[in-house]
């Protein structure tokens, strides 16, 4: 069969309708950003006995659980998504994701937190594959790039909501301390509610629709696109271009599947399991001890802690918002691998000067600020990449393979690491566990650098031919 609609869709100008996708879709990252902020914040406010009384133990343990969670999610959710659709899942995972947001408001013990926050970690890991999948294919090639790394980075944007949240949530001359932090999540889940019926207006991929047979469908979505893409368009859309030949299927198979990821895109695997695992790595193993840096080494009271997560919250922000253009412009493989080595290099130095005594804590927040700056960037366009070079069949349980691979790492390794190394007191051990972060981050660059995918400006289906293309 002959289909002309990933170039139709690919045509099209920037209208209110792709807006309207970004917000209803992407809107996730920022409310997840506000509430694992929130749970950070108030971890300390668990153990107090008017509230759940927690040990630390019971506090990790409620961490990891979110942490498995976030994997099952990604893994059983990334499958449904491409075999059952992107507009199915991706109302599905809101649900069990503000679900659990709601639940972890009503906790009564450890073991009650741990399982409602397990839950949330199952809608977000699932958030991951669906709707990085779905906005990819929904938005012009031109501009793929750029949302992608903005909607990726505005989790952070979230988090420094979440941040400011915490001042009077947790202020017991304003709400009861039992009361303030449930508050926290009980406002997020009743956020989310607005954009679980936003999706409603956000259509099943057509791309995943004709490649499955249901093209009669897919023909009738874009017809309605267009239209409503029209309404804002400042130029008549250019003449359709080439168009793609795909042999339909109902379903498409893991054996299928891996022969291919395993097979012809197994270079592009090993480009993604590099770069995943490095910024997981870094991202992990600084958020999780930044506070206790700061404690030990600058002295810095631990209830101070948490309004040195504004600038870092900011430079995150602002990095993919900035400089996100360029990777549709400059190009997918120069930004990515100047991103991860510019990281590396930052890092190395700041590390140098924590280790000479050149800093005090607000010079170390602001080296932290700035590294974030561009490894933001750099993290945000490792799920941008993995969304994008890999066939459509493949393409939401390829996010979730390596999301899951790079959150059970990171969210595991990387924090006992320097959990470990910032117990031991010494300013040498540290340095070499940020140079190990350094040498992962150089490590993403010359991969990046090596075996990277031009990705920019092109139709997913000319950066990752379909499966369904092939007899």
Not at 123 to 150: K, T
Not at 241 to 268: C, D, E, S, W
Request: hydrophobic share 50%; glycine share 12%.
């Amino acid at each position: 069969m002959i289909t002309g609609i990933p170039a139709r869709l690919d045509r099209l100008p920037w209208s209110r309708f792709h807006l309207m996708v970004v917000v209803a879709l992407g809107v996730t990252w920022i409310l997840d950003g506000l509430e694992v902020t929130l749970m950070g914040a108030v971890s300390g406010v668990l153990q107090l006995p008017q509230t759940l009384h927690l040990s630390g133990q019971e506090i990790g343990l409620a961490g990891s659980s979110y942490v498995a969670g976030a994997v099952a999610g990604a893994l059983a959710f990334g499958y449904g998504t491409d075999r059952w659709g992107r507009r199915v899942i991706f109302f599905v995972t809101l649900a069990v994701y503000l679900g659990g947001v709601l639940l972890t408001a009503l906790s009564w013990n450890g073991p009650s937190l741990s399982v409602f926050r397990a839950i949330t970690g199952l809608g977000i890991g699932g958030e991951y594959a669906a709707i990085n999948s779905a906005i990819d294919e929904l938005i012009p090639a031109r501009l793929r790039g750029r949302v992608d790394l903005i909607v990726n980075g505005s989790f952070w944007l979230g988090a420094a909501l979440g941040a400011a949240a915490t001042i009077a949530l947790l202020d017991p001359r304003i709400l009861p301390v039992d009361v303030g932090w449930r508050m926290g999540f009980a406002i997020g889940a009743s956020l989310g509610l607005f954009i679980l019926a936003l999706r409603r207006h956000v259509p099943e991929s057509p791309r995943w629709l004709v490649t499955h047979g249901r093209a009669a469908e897919a023909e009738t979505v874009v017809d309605r696109i267009e239209s409503r893409a029209a309404g804002g368009a400042t130029q008549p859309p250019p003449p359709p271009p080439a168009q793609t030949a795909v042999h339909p299927r109902k379903t498409f198979g893991f054996g299928l599947i891996l022969k291919h990821v395993a097979g012809r895109y197994r270079r592009r695997g090993v480009l993604c399991l590099v770069l995943m695992l490095a910024q997981a790595f870094l991202y992990n193993s600084v958020f999780f001890t930044f506070g206790l840096v700061l404690t030990r080494f600058y002295g810095t009271p631990g209830r101070e802690t948490g309004l040195y997560l504004f600038p870092l919250a900011l430079g995150n922000f602002l990095g993919p918002l900035l400089i996100g253009r360029f990777f549709d412009t400059i190009g997918r493989r120069r930004m990515i691998a100047g991103c991860f080595a510019i990281t590396a290099l930052l890092l190395a130095a700041s590390d140098w000067m924590f280790i000479v005594g050149a800093l005090d804590s607000r010079g170390q927040v602001a080296c932290w600020s700035v590294i974030f700056f561009f490894a933001s960037a750099a993290a945000s366009s490792v799920y941008l990449t993995v969304s994008e070079i890999f066939p459509l069949e493949t393409r939401a349980l390829a996010i979730a393979f390596f999301y899951a691979v790079g959150t059970a790492a990171g969210g595991m390794v990387g924090p006992w690491l320097f959990g470990r190394l910032v117990d031991t007191g010494s300013r040498v051990d540290l340095f070499y566990g940020y140079l190990l972060a350094a040498g992962l981050m150089a490590l993403a660059a010359a991969t990046e650098a090596s075996i990277g995918v031009d990705a920019e400006n092109k139709p997913l289906e000319a950066v990752a031919e379909p499966l369904s293309s092939r007899d």
